[in-house]
């Protein structure tokens, strides 16, 4: 982890510095580059323009090392892999490695295929990873991958192509197993881990979170999880990463919620769920967080 990594002992500490967090991005303006995937690049680039991010999304292994070396944070997405984007990704992790550039991942579709999990395991193991933001399914994936002694008394499954799996859907009764999960991984790897959900797990190894905010549409449209390990990277590339991870899942599930609300109040539909978030993702303050934030600390 980075050494300028803070600890927060207290949901309430996190909010007090949410502000902080929402002013550093702005301030910073920091240059995201996305490795990601082409079914949501567009989206992902407008949600971090819509956080106060700059997004590049530059794929191609010739020119990576010289963006990681412009970038701020270098977000790396597996949702649509290529053989050649593969070579961008390790390239890319590689130079974020010797210039200090804090690296995001989205391990879509981890336990799924051969493909994935070799790239999944080689990423977490070998690169100084800041942030990692998956559902259930992947992040139990994840763990199983590196063998981590915690899954032996908790099933792990394959989740339903890039979807969680129903039975890793997280949900009150299985909140504190699965934080125990997200947290020895956090621990293991050295980094912060989010897995998301109607209940958002977040910890680094130290402290573990959850959020319940968002809303049930929110996985209706395609992309909303990409989008949201983009504004992560976004703020884990003007924070730390505890910090950071946490205020853009709240950014995140805040923006669903408003959108939500505007999309029942005038019986609309998803595609305009997809407009509205985007413009909550942009207009949303520090106070609207603080105030419909909740967030509190998982007792483990």
């Known amino acids: 982890m980075s050494e300028e990594n803070i600890t927060y002992e207290t949901a309430q500490e996190i909010l007090d510095a949410i502000k902080d967090a929402m002013e550093n991005v702005k301030a910073k303006n920091p240059l995201t580059h996305c490795i990601t ?9 407008n949600a971090a323009l819509a956080v106060g991010a700059s997004p590049i999304m ?39 490695n010797k210039t ?11 336990g799924i295929s051969r493909l994935r ?20 399914s992947e992040i139990k994936a994840i763990a199983n991958l590196i063998e981590l002694d915690i899954l032996q008394d908790s099933k792990s499954q ?24 997200v947290k020895e991984l956090a621990k293991e790897l050295n980094t912060t881990v989010g897995a998301s959900g109607p209940i958002d797990i977040i910890s680094d190894g130290n402290k573990t979170f959850a959020i319940e905010n968002g809303d049930e549409i ?19 590339g003007a924070n730390d990463g505890l910090l950071g991870t946490v205020s853009a899942s709240l950014l ?19 595609g305009s769920f997809r407009t509205f978030l985007i413009d909550n993702l942009y207009k949303l303050t520090a106070e609207d967080l603080i105030e419909n934030a909740n967030l509190y600390e998982i007792d483990i």
Do not use: F, W
Not at 75 to 90: F, T, Y
Not at 117 to 129: E, F, P, S, W
Not at 166 to 178: G, M, Q
């Open 37 to 45: 995937n082409i079914v949501t690049t567009n989206d992902c680039a």
């Open 58 to 96: 530059a794929d191609d292994e010739e020119e990576i090392a010289e963006i990681v070396d412009m970038a701020d944070v270098l977000v790396i997405n597996i949702g649509k892999l290529s053989k050649e984007q593969i070579k961008a990704m390790k390239a890319g992790a590689e130079h974020a």
């Open 100 to 110: 200090g550039t804090p690296i995001a991942i989205d391990p879509v579709g981890a």
């Open 117 to 136: 999990n070799d790239l999944i395991k080689d990423l977490v193991l070998n690169y100084d990873v800041k942030s990692i933001r998956g559902n259930m």
């Open 158 to 181: 394959s989740g339903k192509g890039v979807d969680v799996a129903a039975d890793d859907i997280i949900s009150k009764e299985t909140l504190k197993k699965n934080g125990i999960i």
């Open 218 to 236: 929110m996985p209706c449209i395609t992309g909303s999880g990409c989008m949201l390990t983009t504004i992560i990277g976004s703020y884990v």
């Open 252 to 270: 995140m599930a805040i923006a669903g919620e408003k959108a939500a609300a505007k999309v029942r109040e005038n019986d609309l539909g998803t």
